[in-house]
C-alpha cells in the first residue's frame, strides 16, 4: 500500500513563504500526475496545484502566481513552493494523486497532512 509523508508546513506571517515536501512509496511515482490538496477549516478538499509525469503544471485560481508545484522523481518526492500567502491560504495540505480527470483521488491511504497557518 502507498504510504505518503506530508511536511514544511508551519506558522507564518502573511506575505511569508513555507516549502512543502511530499515523500511518496510508490514504485511507478515517476509516471504518475502528483497532486496538492488542501482543507481549510469548515471547507471542502480542494485540488491547489498539480505537476504531470511531464512536469506540465495547474494551479487553482487563487494561488497563481504565488505557488509553485514540483517533483523529483529520484527522491519520489513532490514539493510546494508558497510564496506571498495570505491568511485565507490557512489550512492542512496533503499531496495525493488525482484520477485522470481531477474529480477525485488514487490513493487511498492518505499522509496526515502538514499544518499551514498564516497570521499575524
Known amino acids: 500500500q502507498v504510504q505518503v509523508v506530508e511536511s514544511g508546513g508551519g506558522l507564518v506571517q502573511p506575505g511569508g513563504s513555507l516549502r512543502l515536501s511530499c515523500v511518496v512509496s510508490d514504485s511507478i511515482f515517476s509516471i504518475n500526475t502528483m497532486g496538492w490538496y488542501r482543507q481549510a477549516p469548515g471547507k471542502q478538499l480542494e485540488l491547489v496545484s498539480a505537476?504531470?509525469?511531464?512536469?506540465?503544471?495547474n494551479y487553482v485560481d487563487s494561488v497563481k502566481g504565488r505557488f509553485t508545484i514540483s517533483r523529483d522523481n529520484a527522491k519520489n518526492t513532490v514539493y510546494l513552493q508558497m510564496n506571498s500567502l495570505k491568511p485565507e491560504d490557512t489550512a492542512v495540505y496533503y499531496c495525493?494523486?488525482?484520477?485522470?480527470?481531477?474529480?477525485?483521488?488514487?490513493?487511498?491511504?492518505w499522509g496526515r497532512g502538514t499544518q499551514v497557518t498564516v497570521s499575524s
Open positions: 495525493n494523486q488525482p484520477t485522470p480527470d481531477f474529480s477525485g483521488t488514487v490513493y487511498t491511504n
Open positions: 505537476i504531470t509525469s511531464g512536469k506540465s503544471t
